[in-house]
Each structure stands twice: as structure tokens, then as C-alpha cells.
């Protein structure tokens, strides 16, 4: 069955990085492009953007430049969300999606808690 | 870029029919899909395309569009359907996509 797993709850400081991972089986990952989501505690969801999971080359929504970086690892069915420089108001939840022109599966979630 | 504009919050009675609206010009060129989310939970996605279910939705769950609104339609409000919804497309202007603001549904 399609599953996408992702790592578990981060605790990091201001200033500090964070690479979560998601990882993707029961389904051929080349076919799907893998979406990032954030929501902030008691917030709506932001699409982050997305990466095409044939080529790689990722596109970032407005107000994800920058700081946030998409990556794959193809060999292990794997995209990964590395977010630098982080604020206390990088707090929320992180979600990956597959998306075939709409999010059918979705991760657990990641916990990114930043504070001193 | 585009907005999705949701009502923050309805209430339905139990068994009732209750309609969630999701604005945005982008809405005239692409459907919208529909998400819920309940506490703690990772979205679950309800409706998609012209009035399309995932395998295991309810059939109470129905979508329409027209113009710059799209529409989720509960018909038959359960308990279990007390969550935030959320609609979804793309932007008009680029390979970008958006979500709605969300809605509370509240099943009384």
C-alpha cells in the first residue's frame, strides 16, 4: 500500500538547521511529485511547494526562497525538507504529500519546535 | 499569487446538509480539491476534479463548482465529519499551488 513516512519530532535552537525526511513506498516514486506543506500551531496549511522527483528540480511558493531547500535521495524512495536559519516562527508541523495533480497521500507529519 | 477564501467556521445539525464555499478567481480555470482535517491528524483528501471520491470517502461528500466558487457539500452531517476542510488548486499564474483559509465544520 502507498505509504510516506516521515522522521520524527525536531527540537532545534534559533539560528540552527533541520533536514526531515520522507519516505516514500508502495508506489513507483518517479511517477508522483512530492509536495511540502506546513502548518503552524492552530493555523491553516501553506503549500511550500513541490519536487519533481524525475529531474529533481524543485519550485518554491512564495515566502519559501531562500532558507527552505527540497531534495531527493531516489535510491531510497526519499525527499527531504532542509529548513536553515531557523525562527520561532518555523514552529509547525510538516507534511509531505504525493501529488499527481492532487495531494492523494499524505505523511504523519513532522514537529518542528524551535526555541532557545 | 492566488487566494482561496473559505468562511472560517458553519454548523450543522446532525443529519442535516451543510455546504462549504472556496472563492478564488483561479476557480474559473482549474477544480478545486477538498481535504479534511481533524485534530491531530494528517489531511485526508475528500474530493477531487468535477465531483470525484477516493476510494473509502462516503458518498455523502459531493463537489460542485461554478464560476470563481467551488463547493464541498455534506449531505447527512455524521459526528465523525466534525473537522477543517480545506480547498485546494492551482494558481493561474505559474505551477504554483494553493489552499484554502479552512473551515470548521461543527456537527451539533
Known amino acids: 500500500q502507498v505509504q510516506l513516512v516521515q522522521s520524527g519530532s525536531e527540537l532545534k535552537k534559533p539560528g540552527a538547521s533541520v533536514k526531515i525526511s520522507c519516505k516514500a513506498s508502495?508506489?513507483?516514486?518517479?511517477?508522483?511529485?512530492v509536495n511540502w506543506v506546513r502548518q503552524a500551531p492552530g493555523q491553516g496549511l501553506e503549500w511550500m511547494g513541490w519536487?519533481?522527483?524525475?529531474?529533481?528540480?524543485?519550485t518554491y511558493a512564495q515566502g519559501f526562497t531562500g532558507r527552505f531547500v527540497f531534495s531527493l535521495d531516489t535510491s531510497v524512495n526519499t525527499a527531504y525538507l532542509q529548513i536553515s536559519s531557523l525562527k520561532a516562527e518555523d514552529t509547525a508541523m510538516y507534511y509531505c504529500?504525493?501529488?499527481?495533480?492532487?495531494?492523494?497521500?499524505w505523511g504523519q507529519g513532522t514537529l518542528v519546535t524551535v526555541s532557545s | 499569487s492566488s487566494e482561496l477564501t473559505q468562511d472560517p467556521a458553519v454548523s450543522v445539525a446532525l443529519g442535516q446538509i451543510v455546504r462549504i464555499t472556496c472563492q478564488g478567481d483561479?476557480?474559473?480555470?482549474?477544480?478545486a480539491s477538498w481535504y479534511q482535517q481533524k485534530p491531530g491528524q494528517a489531511p485526508v483528501l475528500v474530493i477531487y476534479?468535477?465531483?470525484l471520491r477516493p476510494s473509502g470517502i462516503p458518498d455523502r461528500f459531493s463537489g460542485s463548482s461554478s464560476g470563481n466558487t467551488a463547493s464541498l457539500t455534506i449531505t447527512g452531517a455524521q459526528a465523525e465529519d466534525e473537522a477543517d476542510y480545506y480547498c485546494n488548486s492551482r494558481d493561474n499564474s505559474d505551477n504554483h499551488y494553493v489552499f484554502g483559509t479552512g473551515t470548521k465544520v461543527t456537527v451539533l
Open positions: 504529500a504525493r501529488k499527481l495533480g492532487l495531494f492523494d497521500y
Open positions: 508502495g508506489y513507483g516514486f518517479s511517477y508522483y511529485a
Open positions: 483561479n476557480l474559473r480555470t482549474y477544480y
Open positions: 519536487i519533481n522527483t524525475n529531474t529533481g528540480n524543485p
Open positions: 476534479g468535477k465531483n
